[in-house]
């Protein structure tokens, strides 16, 4: 039984029976009712006391960090934290789990501050509520880094309340005990009282005030810094009990299937469903309406099938007929508007950053380099695909989802319905994968469609790997081109970088081609080298697909670039690649990120997060050391280095690379160096870097979504394939570098692994065999005929 079901039998819900499958009851009418039964005491209550306080700031005051997130951050423990008359402590997590662990990293911290047995803590899975539980838009690389020190104060609140309570209750003075381990010690006696035996006095306390919590120092902590609890989901994840979206199952279900226009902005004409209809288990047939574009996050319309099970939706699908009008970009052509990218790039475009005189600089230098970098579309491809089940009944809709998003999912949903937002619930289940895919509820609001055409019914909407792969909101293809100068010395003093990519923002807006300040922001305007002359320009790039986040969004094809340019730029000034980099760093200095133009700085505060060459310096050279850096390389073998700073954490990476006659390319070990401020859970960071470094080698290899006559091209794993077992790098040694300033500011961890593979992979392909990588993917280009 996995961990999801657990929570639910201990609560007096059948596992067995999904209509008990609401984990927002566990925090709400379950814990209320329980709550007169077995004497919980710090049930869910209204989030008033200890909630952001949009009022102290002047309204005009800009807002940083999970501040200027939707609904900000929440940090009282009645939202949070039960503890059962038994002493079992249940946690709320409210941000989706999908594989990052966030499911026990940040309950971990509360267990950790309110000296909770982490052997005696349930988790249970808030639902979409953020004006209950704060932001739950679990991307961007956020969560711990936006969600630590708010959870560290419930953790400490709950303690502070459970001694308080054993204080009164032995009439001694509050200096007198301490909690520890699930129970508050009267220190000059040695008498304790569990938790379960305080629950019901600490309930009857109020929340200590915010300025009166008192933290744990850092070697105070347990379990935080340390990296010794496993997942809480480990076990159910590696036995198949975990469930999943696409594992929902409610009583009288039904299944859906979509046929969706295979060109953006395209329609149905007309359709015959008489064929489909005959399809043993087909109950209906079902046209979805069609969204004008933008696409934003609307379904694409086409013809649904829904059936008595997945098998006879598919099967139903493969019988329709249907007409389609292909709509505006009917001859979008991958190599097509490759070309059109390279023109843009070689003519000027819009400045965002100009810095000494960028032209006369090149015309005066004693060598000049130039390049141009493609990186194709790509597709999340998580390991589940997108699916939704949904049930209305009474005037409410409940929905079972894999979200990254279940505050906007549950908005779009009421939206699409015409219902109050307080009559849609969504409950999140584990995400087999996001990589930003699913931050999109196009495939909810469709089953909740089919559900109001089914007058009420459940109905599960599947996306098959195919229907993903067509249908994604890929990440953007894109061309950078760049320009410098050495003086005779070999040092740069002249960079020209043009950036050219369809912007997210197309999906939000007509006409929209020049990037947003986010994108921009995303390693391209905010180089940090020390270049007298600089100038950054953006050429339009217009879309003709739906572009949304994807894993590190535009530092990827930024990455690649400049760190690949740079060891163009070494190599032709005959230098080590390392020491060339490290020089163009500049001395160690802490930028305002306002002086580079990069007015986003990742949602963060320019005060609390400048952009520090000294921790990219010490990333950098911390790698290197690792990986042996300038030791002699047998031929076919070499090294590749590169570093990128995104999501306010530092990484570097050395890539150690073999390359055999035939040009088959192997991956011996990959170094990395990490700083990414204090380290919640050590084992996770290394696994999120570890994840990271596979998937930037699968994409630096294989990954491409390519489109003719409009239309996706690849359509499953054999097309649109992954890195394999036998192709992944035989070892990843992840370095952290040390911080237990737990005060300071976190760095995110999931997304900035990815951006330096591609570079220093090819950098390493450049060392061992002179052969310069200018395209992804990889794929054949190393072999020989």
Known sequence: MNRLAQDLETSGVSPADIDGFEIANISRREFLKDLALTGLVLAAGVPQLLQADETAAPAQAEKFGAEA?????????????????????????????????????????VADEMEADWERVKVVQAPGD???????????????????????????????????????????????????????????????????????????????????????????????????????????????????GIDIHLKDMLYAVAARPPVLGGKV???????????????????????????????????????????????????????????????????AYKAELEAAVRAPGKVVRNEGDVDIALQNAA????????????????????????????????????????????????KWLKLPVAKVTVHVTLLGGGFGRKSKPDYVIEAALLSKAMRGKPVKMTWTREDDL???????????RLEAGLDAAG?????????????????????????????????????????????????????????GWFRSVSNIPRAFAIQSFVAELAAAAGRDHRDFLLELLGPDRRIDPRDLKDMWNQGESPVLYPLDTGRLRRVIETASRESGW????????????????????????????????????????????????PQVNPERIRSQLEGACIMGVSLATLGEISFKDGAVVQDNFHTYQLTRIDDAPREIRVHLLPSAEYDAPLGGVGE??????????????FAATGQRIRELPIRDQLLKD
């Open 69 to 109: 997130m939707p609904h900000g951050w929440v940090d009282n423990p009645l939202v949070f934290v039960a503890i059962a008359a038994d002493g079992a402590v249940t946690i709320v997590c409210h941000r989706s789990e999908m594989g990052q662990g966030v499911r026990t990293s940040l309950p971990m911290v």
């Open 130 to 244: 953020e004006v209950r539980f704060g932001n739950q838009d679990t991307d961007g690389s956020r969560s711990t880094r936006h969600f630590f020190q708010p959870m560290r104060r419930v953790g400490a609140a709950a303690r502070q309340m459970l001694e308080t309570a054993a204080a009164r209750h032995w009439r001694v003075a509050i200096s007198e005990v301490r909690a520890e381990r699930h129970a508050v010690l009267h220190i000059p006696t040695g008498r304790t009282l569990d938790y379960g035996a305080l629950a019901k006095a600490a309930a009857k306390l109020p929340v200590p005030a915010r300025d009166s919590l008192r933290l744990k120092t850092a070697d105070q902590f347990r379990y935080i810094g340390k990296g010794k609890q496993g997942l809480y989901d480990g076990r159910d994840i590696v036995s198949g009990a975990a469930q999943y």
């Open 269 to 335: 004409v007309s359709y015959d469903a008489s064929a489909a209809m005959k399809v043993p288990g087909v109950v209906k047939v079902v046209e979805l309406p069609s969204s004008p574009l933008p696409a934003d996050f609307n379904p694409l319309g086409g013809v649904a099938v829904i059936a008595r099970n997945t098998w006879a939706a598919i099967q139903g699908r493969k019988a329709l007929k249907i007409e389609w009008d292909h709509g505006p970009h009917a001859g979008y052509d991958s190599a």
């Open 367 to 414: 060598k000049r380099l130039e390049a141009e970098y493609y990186a194709p579309h790509l597709a999340q491809a998580p390991m589940e695909p997108p699916a939704a089940t949904v049930r209305i009944a009474n005037g409410a809709c409940e929905v079972w989802t894999c979200t990254q998003a279940p505050q906007l999912t549950r908005e779009r949903v009421a």
């Open 470 to 480: 067509r249908h994604s909101y890929f990440h953007t293809v894109s061309l950078e």
């Open 491 to 547: 040092k740069p003093v002249a960079w020209l970088h043009r950036t050219a990519a369809p912007s997210i923002s197309s999906t939000f807006g007509p006409d929209s081609k020049q990037q947003m300040p986010v994108e921009l922001g995303m390693g391209v305007i905010n180089n940090p080298f020390a270049i007298p002359n600089l100038r950054i320009e953006n050429p339009p790039a217009a879309a003709h697909t739906r572009i």
């Open 630 to 677: 300038g030791r002699p390389a047998q031929a076919g073998r070499g090294l590749g280095l590169a570093a990128h700073y995104s999501f306010v954490t530092y990484v570097a990476v050395v890539v150690d690379v073999a390359v055999d006659v035939g040009g088959k390319l192997s991956i011996p070990r990959v170094d990395i160096a990490v700083d990414c401020g």
């Open 752 to 765: 900035p692994g990815v951006p330096p593979i591609a570079p220093a992979l090819c950098n390493a392909i």
